[in-house]
């Protein structure tokens, strides 16, 4: 079984803690405004995530196809789509993921609001909702985010169609998005040996073994990762470092 169950919403938001007032600052008499795995909080990380794995990869627009697998909400789909990227498809199994792709997020900023004593419909409170929330459904990238986990062939022909594949085409690149840290090494091997069915080359996007990491996850150095899946190309978040 994953270390995490990521059909929860409490799983999503305890990965992610981020301070939503940073370009205003906010004044010592409250705390500040923080966010979980939500657009405002995510998308500038995960557009510096897309630009250096680009990078690491070698890939230019408007580039390979590509197969985001762990995908969220596919905010790193849509930065690759931004930088000119034309063929990106985000993969998410999680029921949160699925349930919620195509709903706004405007009554948790709300909430995160209200929790540090402002009203989101006056004054400061209203203020700071319109620089959070820009009225959107959560879901950007152009293909949208797939409830599809590529085993099976019904599955994998379903993948190939929404990218735009033809017959039995691979994609050119599969990129597991921090989904490998969550996985038993067993569950780790046979999601990539999945990916290898429908993707030319496989890569992973790793948080590796550092101080302050969140306990219950499978932490291991990127040089750990590629002893165990030596087929594989794995990427260090926050360097970019590749083996």
Known sequence: ?????WNLKATW?????????????HPNTRAEVRLNYHRKAMLPVCQA??????????????????????A???????ALEAMGFTRVLGLDVSSYI?????????????AKIVAVGLDPATGEGQTIKGRLFDGSVRTRAGRGVLNEGGV?????????????????????WGLSESVLESLTDAEATS????????CTNVAHYIVTLRDGNQP????????????????DTFIEAGTHRML
């Open 13 to 25: 938001d305890a990965a992610y803690s981020i301070g939503a007032e940073g370009d205003t600052g």
């Open 72 to 78: 969220g909400f596919g905010w790193t789909a849509e």
């Open 98 to 110: 699925q349930s919620n792709k195509g709903g706004t997020e405007e009554t948790e900023i709300d």
């Open 191 to 198: 999601a990539s040996s999945v990916a290898h069915q429908f």
């Open 216 to 231: 219950g996850y499978n932490w291991k150095s990127l040089e750990d990762w590629k002893l165990l899946i030596p087929t």
């Open 152 to 172: 099976g062939g019904a599955s994998r022909g379903r993948i190939r169609q929404a990218l735009g594949l033809a017959g039995n085409e691979d994609a050119d």
């Open 49 to 70: 995530r897309a630009a250096g794995i680009a990078q690491a990869l070698g890939w230019s627009a408007p580039g390979p196809s590509i197969i985001i697998v762990g």
């Open 1 to 5: 079984m994953p270390f995490k169950d």
